[in-house]
């Protein structure tokens, strides 16, 4: 089972600046099959990304993904308010088990 | 615009059942994978099971196996997840989320419901 972990476990940042995710994987993910979710107070999971770098549909291109192997990262350029979420990885390279990462909160000041 | 629906949860004694559903709808369900992954209070995302689009292959996390059964019925875009043997850790709100396959494997979840608590306490 890959286990995935992500850092920082907090992250806090003013609106206009950039946010930087990070998430490495216990080995290596196969064809870059990542991908990221934000999950808003209350609310279920929304997809960001998938295949390490693609943006879901409807997703602002503020957000990009990047990375293979181990070691992958979330990109939001230009925070805004709204983007109070904890965001999550989750590999499906090696499925089933589809494993997700622990999160990483990020506040907005 | 995709649409999921959960219902069935609530609060269960441990070691009975539950029986959770998801009512799918503005899609071909029969042509995707399904799957059930839950959020215990405060913590972070576990997946659950998986089903492929014909109901004929099925996986578990090794937490659930032998006591949780994934099953669709595609004449009426449902899918329902049959809950044995519960336990205090089974609590968590459960989400049904859309693959992007009609297999089990190499799925990302696409589409997600607003999820349905489970409560699991004597």
């Known amino acids: 089972e890959i286990v995935l972990t992500q850092s920082p476990g907090t992250l806090s940042l003013s609106p206009g600046q950039r946010a930087t995710l990070s998430c490495r994987a216990s080995?290596?993910?196969?064809?870059?099959?990542l991908a990221w979710y934000q999950q808003k107070p209350g609310q279920a999971p929304r997809l960001l990304i998938y295949?390490?770098?693609s943006r879901a549909t409807g997703i602002p291109d503020r957000f990009s993904g990047s990375g293979s192997g181990t070691d992958f990262t979330l990109t939001i350029s230009r925070l805004e308010p709204e983007d109070l979420a904890v965001y999550y990885c989750?590999?499906?390279?090696?499925?089933?088990?589809?494993?997700f990462g622990q999160g990483t909160k990020l506040e907005i000041k | 615009e995709v649409q999921l629906l959960e219902s069935g949860g609530g609060l269960v004694q441990p070691g009975k059942s539950l029986r959770l559903s998801c009512a799918a709808s503005?899609?071909?369900?029969?042509?995707?994978?399904m799957h059930w992954v839950r959020q215990a209070p405060g913590k972070g995302l576990e997946w659950v099971s998986t089903v492929s689009g014909s109901g004929s292959y099925t996986d578990y996390a090794d937490s659930v196996k032998g006591r949780f059964t994934i099953s669709r019925d595609n004449s009426k875009d449902t899918l329902f997840l049959q809950m044995h043997s519960l336990r205090a850790e089974d609590t968590a709100v459960y989400y049904c989320?859309?693959?992007?396959?009609?297999?089990?494997?190499?799925?990302?979840?696409?589409?997600w419901g607003q999820g349905t608590l489970v409560t699991v306490s004597s």
């Open positions: 503005e899609f071909t369900f029969s042509s995707y994978a």
């Open positions: 989750q590999q499906y390279g090696s499925s089933p088990p589809y494993t």
């Open positions: 295949g390490a770098s």
């Open positions: 080995q290596s993910v196969s064809n870059s099959y």
């Open positions: 989320a859309k693959g992007v396959g009609v297999m089990t494997l190499y799925n990302w979840f696409d589409s």
